[in-house]
């Protein structure tokens, strides 16, 4: 079975105007089921992480923080929201979200997350609307279960993925890539096992070009038991944070290219949505979508 991983309350109460889109993630579900690819999907919901779960990988004082509202203005700002109930809610529930996609990739070949990719989180802050870090901690998590010797990060996203890469700098078990835009957030980079820089202005051809040799480079040096895939729309054309030149023609190959690789050499993916900034809503969502139709055709092709 293919699953998707959401839950009802991963929207983020506030205010209008604000960059990120903090609805998207209800909108996602309902676009999916009006297309009709949610119906290719059985659907999984997960229960919060634990403060003991997360205090593993970030600073118990910075998970206590989140969890009673006692987080500072400063600490607040560099993350980029406001604290509620809601937000402190949803940000325990995201990074068991992303563990059990990993486990059911495991179990089926293949899963999806319609949230994740909180990336510039780090051990003792959050920074850029990212609160918790649920790729590091359902990397530290699966290299826990019996079987798993070896985690592979696919980070896609326009950002440099900082925070998963410092939280896993000291874990040889778990390699980071990150194939990003070189000029932009976050100013000072992290250092991942493999950090492809990408120039401003790349086209779908160079972007897959880029691509397709990172994965053959990779498939070189390495056979992982699990791929985290960080699916990031924010290397669209239009997207405002992001200064890539690709279309939505270029969004759906590369997630066909990056899924079929691993899935015909039986590695199984769990993916994330990663970031994606539009004021137009709709179209952020449809780019979104393109994960989850991609994921629908690679597992009856590869996982059936
Ligand atoms: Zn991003």
């Not at 530290?140 to 985690?151: E, F, H, K, S, T």
């Not at 980079?189 to 880029?210: C, M, T």
Request: hydrophobic residues 40%; glycine residues 8%; contains cysteine.
């Amino acid at each position: 079975m293919l699953h998707i991983v959401s839950h009802p309350d991963y929207d983020i109460p506030l205010a209008d105007g604000h960059r990120f889109p903090s609805r998207k993630f209800t909108r996602l579900i309902s676009h999916l089921d009006a297309e009709g690819i949610l119906a290719e999907f059985t659907h999984a919901t997960p229960i919060p992480a634990t403060i003991e779960a997360l205090s593993q990988i970030h600073d118990p004082n910075y998970v206590a923080s989140i969890h009673d509202g006692s987080i500072t203005t400063e600490a607040l700002r560099v993350l980029g929201f406001e604290w509620s109930e809601a937000l402190a809610r949803r940000s325990f529930l995201a990074p068991n979200g992303t563990l059990m996609t990993a486990r059911l990739a495991r179990e089926h070949g293949l899963a999806c997350h319609a949230a994740g990719g909180t990336h510039h989180a780090h051990y003792g802050h959050g920074a850029g609307f990212c609160v918790f870090n649920d790729i590091a901690f359902t990397a530290i998590n699966l290299l826990r279960d019996p079987g798993i010797d070896q985690v592979l990060i696919l980070d896609c996203d326009v950002h440099q993925g900082d925070g998963t890469a410092r939280m896993l700098m000291d874990e040889d078990r778990a390699v980071t890539v990150s194939l990003h835009c070189a000029t932009n957030y976050p100013a000072r980079k992290a250092i991942s096992d493999f950090d492809i820089e990408l120039d401003r202005g790349l086209d779908n051809e160079g972007y897959l070009a880029i691509l397709a040799d990172t994965l053959s480079k990779l498939a070189g040096v390495m056979r992982p038991d699990i791929v985290i895939y960080d699916a990031g729309v924010d290397i669209h054309i239009d997207d405002r944070l992001g200064y890539l030149n690709v279309t939505d023609q270029g969004l759906r190959a590369r997630d066909d290219m990056v899924l079929a690789h691993f899935l015909a050499r039986d590695i199984p993916v769990a993916t994330v949505i990663g970031g994606g900034y539009d004021k137009d809503v709709a179209a952020l969502i449809s780019r979104h979508a393109h994960i989850f139709k991609a994921s629908a055709d690679a597992y009856a092709h590869y996982c059936r």
